[in-house]
């Protein structure tokens, strides 16, 4: 018997998201170094790929719910960074762009019409763009878009605790293109978007991390959502893929192309809903 076969499998967890059809989508401004408004976009390839995402979360037995696109808002379609919700309480985002500003009211009033208890953000955060929850620890992004006052905001109304990391490369400007939660204490992610001390601090607290490289990660194959086993990541990103086979996760490529234009792929047109625990 192999190690392979000794290995228990992977369980994954039945999760909640929350995803915006692309029906708007378009690139007319740039915010990042992906964004070409030179460059023409399908709309119509975008939400038939966006559609694939959408069939593949359900397939794997998660429950997706849709928030309406705002006309005029072309990157609506980026769910992740509408909220950041743990155990039923939703932080809302506030965006450094002008271009994206009207998307934090809209994703926090579709909370607020479900009942769950929101917080209007006071310092500039997208969401979970940023947030990224790993285990009850929250691991949060600065240098481009959330500040670091948004940390201890979010640390204090969602009651985790933050660690705070630096972002240096502008290609990797939110933290859910340059790093993948896994599982409560696995992480992957791509040591060349760090900056040196917030670097240390990952070293430090996930000795085991796949550690990506700079190819896989211009293919976004960081922008990936993981249920515990199954792990959704752009098809391109073979390196990864390989590297989450050997640690006993099962990759599943998809074809998101046309949303890679406004420089987002899986993770960022999937937002998860942590809803808070029954009562037992
Ligand atoms: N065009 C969007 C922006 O620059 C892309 C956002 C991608 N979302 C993400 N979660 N990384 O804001």
């Given at each position: 018997?192999?190690?392979?076969?000794?290995?228990?499998?992977?369980?994954?967890?039945?999760?909640?998201?929350?995803?915006?059809?692309?029906?708007?989508?378009?690139?007319?401004?740039?915010?990042?170094?992906?964004?070409?408004?030179?460059?023409?976009?399908?709309?119509?390839?975008?939400?038939?790929?966006?559609?694939?995402?959408?069939?593949?979360?359900?397939?794997?037995?998660?429950?997706?719910?849709?928030?309406?696109?705002?006309?005029?808002?072309?990157?609506?379609?980026y769910?992740?960074?509408?909220?950041?919700?743990?155990?039923?309480?939703?932080?809302?985002?506030?965006?450094?762009?002008?271009?994206?500003?009207?998307?934090?009211?809209?994703?926090?009033?579709?909370?607020?019409?479900?009942?769950?208890?929101?917080?209007?953000?006071?310092?500039?955060?997208?969401?979970?763009?940023?947030?990224?929850?790993?285990?009850?620890?929250?691991?949060?992004?600065?240098?481009?878009?959330?500040?670091?006052?948004?940390?201890?905001?979010?640390?204090?109304?969602?009651?985790?605790?933050?660690?705070?990391?630096?972002?240096?490369?502008?290609?990797?400007?939110?933290?859910?293109?340059?790093?993948?939660?896994?599982?409560?204490?696995?992480?992957?992610?791509?040591?060349?978007?760090?900056?040196?001390?917030?670097?240390?601090?990952?070293?430090?607290?996930?000795?085991?991390?796949?550690?990506?490289?700079?190819?896989?990660?211009?293919?976004?194959?960081?922008?990936?959502?993981?249920?515990?086993?199954?792990?959704?990541?752009?098809?391109?990103?073979?390196?990864?893929?390989?590297?989450?086979?050997?640690?006993?996760?099962?990759?599943?490529?998809?074809?998101?192309?046309?949303l890679?234009?406004g420089g987002g792929s899986?993770?960022c047109c999937?937002?998860?809903?942590?809803?808070?625990?029954?009562?037992?």
């Amino acid at each position: 018997m192999t190690a392979m076969e000794l290995r228990p499998q992977r369980a994954a967890r039945p999760r909640h998201y929350l995803m915006c059809r692309p029906t708007h989508f378009e690139v007319t401004y740039s915010i990042n170094p992906w964004m070409d408004p030179a460059k023409p976009v399908d709309t119509e390839l975008a939400v038939t790929q966006w559609e694939q995402l959408l069939a593949l979360h359900r397939r794997l037995g998660h429950h997706v719910e849709l928030i309406d696109p705002l006309p005029g808002h072309p990157d609506m379609v980026y769910a992740a960074n509408g909220a950041t919700v743990v155990d039923g309480r939703v932080l809302g985002a506030r965006f450094r762009d002008t271009e994206r500003a009207a998307e934090g009211p809209a994703y926090l009033e579709w909370f607020r019409d479900r009942g769950y208890r929101v917080h209007d953000p006071v310092h500039v955060n997208e969401g979970e763009g940023d947030f990224l929850l790993a285990g009850d620890r929250l691991l949060a992004g600065t240098g481009f878009r959330s500040t670091p006052e948004s940390h201890a905001e979010a640390q204090e109304f969602l009651g985790r605790p933050v660690a705070g990391l630096e972002l240096v490369d502008p290609r990797f400007y939110h933290l859910d293109t340059a790093l993948t939660v896994l599982d409560e204490d696995e992480i992957m992610y791509f040591p060349g978007a760090f900056a040196p001390h917030s670097l240390a601090v990952l070293r430090r607290l996930y000795p085991d991390a796949i550690l990506v490289d700079e190819a896989d990660a211009e293919h976004f194959g960081l922008n990936a959502v993981s249920d515990g086993r199954h792990v959704i990541l752009p098809e391109s990103a073979a390196g990864v893929a390989r590297r989450l086979r050997e640690r006993g996760f099962e990759p599943v490529g998809l074809d998101l192309s046309e949303l890679l234009k406004g420089g987002g792929s899986v993770k960022c047109c999937t937002l998860e809903i942590r809803d808070r625990p029954a009562l037992g």
